[in-house]
């Protein structure tokens, strides 16, 4: 049996880890290519081996691990390089979500779901049976991105490195608002599901 395999988006800070969190609960396979993302440039991995290599070692921390808030810093300012570490990224994370879709074949899962930020912006649509888009007002965005002290020039820069939110709601299947509660998103994920 094949499953049906659901891709979530939506902008930085609306709510995609929250709905992620939300439908493992219930029992759906869910992959996050963010949890990936981080997997593939841990230490001693081929990942990190390649940015050392085309970045410098200053972007290591003291035990040899990749100091993220650093390479966040620069890449959100500087277009080309973000362009050169996804290069070195998200070849790595595809093989990983696609791996696990294969692992919910071979398991015989009716439904998966793999939460991807750029998933339109890397034109990923058409590897989805449906895609669906979480999204919120821009104020509890920034209220969110402030929550994980960011400054307002870092939420600027990471939302301008998305797709406008406008744009992902009118290109998904489905949109799930969340400003309330989560019982609310759940709700409306599970009228999408049945």
Known sequence: MKPRVLGLTGGVGMGKSTAARLLKKAGLPVVDTDDLAREVVESGTEGLAEIVNGFGEGF????????????????????????????????????????RIEQ???QKRPVGMVVIPLLFEVGLQDSFDVVLCVTCTANTQRARLRERNWDDAQITARIAAQMDIAQKMGLADYVLWNEGAPELLMDQMKEILS
């Open 60 to 99: 290591l921390k003291v035990d040899g691990s990749l100091d993220r808030d650093k390479m966040a810093s620069m890449v959100f300012q500087d277009e080309a390089a973000r362009k050169r570490l996804e290069a070195i990224i998200h070849p790595r994370v595809r093989d990983g979500w696609e791996n």
């Open 104 to 106: 919910w074949r071979e």
